[in-house]
């Protein structure tokens, strides 16, 4: 499967994803907790 152009991703309404400057990366926030993203995951999402 490969991701095309024309794939939209969107991040569901109750998660939040954002840099967090104490853990010096880029974090999904859901109710539930945190899911800390590595730098690529990070970098990629935030050009979404």
């Not at 991040?11 to 840099?19: D, G, N, P, T, Y």
Request: aromatic share 10%; net charge negative; with cysteine.
């Amino acid at each position: 499967m490969s991701i095309q152009q024309t794939d939209i991703y969107a991040i569901a309404l109750h998660h939040r994803f954002q840099w967090e400057e104490a853990q010096s990366c880029y974090v999904i926030l859901f109710p539930e907790g945190m899911v800390k993203l590595n730098g690529g995951a990070g970098e990629v999402l935030n050009l979404a």
